[in-house]
């Protein structure tokens, strides 16, 4: 994995609001073994908590991020 990816993960995960939440630091775990089945059962779960189809979700971080 790139190296500021890993820099990133390492910042972020040591975050006292992220270092105590087992959610995000599954997240974190999928993002640094590149899981990418648990990482859509993820992806699907929050979907359907919010209510959300997983095109509109990916419509929505697209125009988050201004990716086109």
Do not use: W, Y
Request: proline letters at 4%; aromatic letters at 4%.
């Amino acid at each position: 994995m790139n190296q500021l990816i890993n820099m990133a993960l390492d910042m972020i995960s040591h975050r006292p609001d992220i270092a105590n939440n087992p959610n995000a630091q599954e997240m974190i775990n999928v993002i640094r073994t590149g899981d990418s089945k648990r990482g859509t059962e993820i992806a699907q779960n929050l979907c359907n908590t919010f209510g959300e189809s997983p095109n509109d979700a990916i419509i929505r971080a697209k125009r988050f991020f201004n990716i086109q």
